[in-house]
């Protein structure tokens, strides 16, 4: 019996090695059952997206799970372009648009460790036009015109990663600041815009802050602007950053600002919505967006919502941050610093409920009780309809993603998101 006992324990010893982070720092292509997963209540996940894309809720959808490091669910549904009946292939390339943000964060993070920055010194020590700002006092619709009183100090890194800074976004921001930064001309960083990102952004710092930094959350050009910060402290464009730091050393080999010719055929079609809820194409013109930026050669890389790219390439990124900053040997962050990056940074509920990172929205004990996400999971999703999140109790990273907005069936993911945890028996 104790040979019996011995041989017992070192088999459940393998297996928990097979399916723990510390063990395995890459995932697990190769079809490994995972003994935590419930295969039959997973296959929900097929049903549900199936009925939505029968319905015509959704045109396309891929869906990816990881669990352990084991890649447990990877699919395509539906269609990547419904005029030509294609089908939507697991590996399509999405226009990721805000799940930038983290790979900026990411970005700054990097410098921050080589000793380039301080979360808490002014940006202004880099970019002196974002020295002594002012803030947005009385505003005028009928003219747009605006007074303002100066800010009491003046923005930091901190600032700009948590959205607490004062800027707004155009075209989807406030009304008042969506006039004043169209005025000015200030460009959202969403699809492609043909201008060099500095000046962009040194007009931005002419223009006054929707409030005092670090009065309360606002989402703006946070993640545009330290992309900027990126290029000014490294010396490097943007891309040419990301693609020596994290793309290459992390094997992300579909991730691009601008897709290559080779890849377009990847690209789903994007769609919105008519009057009466019918899914239908996005124009070229429609909220000033061409859906074919990625096709288009930028040189504006937009740290906020400029990337394209896969649900796997977007999972390893995850996973390297699961993983405590490494991934296949390859140390991106030091474990302290995704712990800083992944721990709340507000005095308040940013959303009336959840905490906020430097870069991501968290659970909270109270939010994380009232639904199957764990208490300390990050997420984060793009304007046109990706979603990821990856929770470190569960040892879990799910993307859902569609290239569909708005959307009148958004409660997708919601129902994804309760089948996926069902499906967990430890």
């Known amino acids: 019996m104790g040979n019996l006992s011995r ?3 070192c088999l459940l010893l393998c297996i928990s090695a097979s399916i723990s982070p510390s063990f395995a720092q890459v995932i697990d292509q190769t079809g490994l059952h995972n003994p935590t997963v419930d295969y039959k209540k997973l296959a929900r996940v097929d049903s549900l997206v199936n009925e939505y894309i029968q319905k015509d809720w959704e045109k396309g959808v891929v869906t990816l799970i990881i669990k352990d490091n084991i890649l447990i669910q990877s699919k395509g549904y539906g269609f990547a372009d419904d005029a030509r009946t294609k089908p939507m292939p697991p590996n399509a390339i999405f226009r990721i648009m805000s799940q930038t943000k983290a790979i900026t964060s990411v970005g700054i993070m990097i410098l921050y460790e080589q000793g380039k920055l301080l979360l808490d010194e002014p940006i202004g020590n880099y970019i002196p036009e974002f020295m002594n700002q002012v803030v947005l006092d009385k505003f005028n619709e009928a003219d747009t ?9 003046n923005i930091t890194f901190r600032d700009l990663l948590t959205h607490t800074s004062g800027l707004d976004y155009p075209a989807i921001g406030t009304k008042r600041m969506n006039a004043i930064y169209t005025k000015a001309k200030v460009p959202s960083g969403l699809g492609y815009f043909n201008a060099d990102l500095l000046t ?7 223009l006054p802050l929707a409030f005092q930094p670090g009065e309360k959350w606002q989402y703006g050009l946070n993640a545009d602007l330290l992309g900027c910060l990126i290029q000014v402290i490294s010396g490097q464009t943007l891309d040419d950053f990301f693609r020596k730091n994290i793309f290459e050393p992390l094997g992300m080999k579909d991730t691009y600002f601008n897709v290559p010719k080779a890849k377009w055929n990847r690209l789903p079609a ?4 008519d009057p009466n809820g019918h899914i239908i194409p996005w124009s070229h013109t429609f909220r000033d967006i061409d859906p074919d930026y990625p096709m288009i050669n930028t ?3 937009s740290g906020g919502a400029g990337l394209s790219s896969t649900a796997y390439d977007y999972a390893v990124f995850l996973q390297m941050l699961l993983n405590k900053g490494v991934y296949n040997g390859k140390r991106i962050l030091s474990p302290r610093t995704v712990e800083m990056m992944t721990s709340n940074q507000l005095d308040f509920k940013y959303n009336g409920t959840n905490d906020f990172g430097l870069g991501f929205d968290i659970v909270t004990e109270k939010s994380g009780n009232q639904g199957p996400r764990n208490k300390g999971t990050f997420s984060w999703g793009g304007y046109y309809g990706t979603t990821y999140w990856a929770d470190p109790k569960a040892r879990l990273v799910c993307l859902i993603m569609t290239q569909h907005t708005p959307n009148s069936h958004g409660d997708l993911v919601a129902k994804l998101t309760s089948v996926i945890y069902s499906s967990f028996t430890q």
């Open 7 to 9: 041989l017992s324990g």
């Open 145 to 153: 015109t605006y007074t303002t009183v100066p800010a009491k100090r």
């Open 200 to 206: 962009e952004m040194k007009k931005l710092a002419k």
């Open 270 to 273: 994007v769609y919105t919505e």
């Open 299 to 301: 040189h504006f890389f």
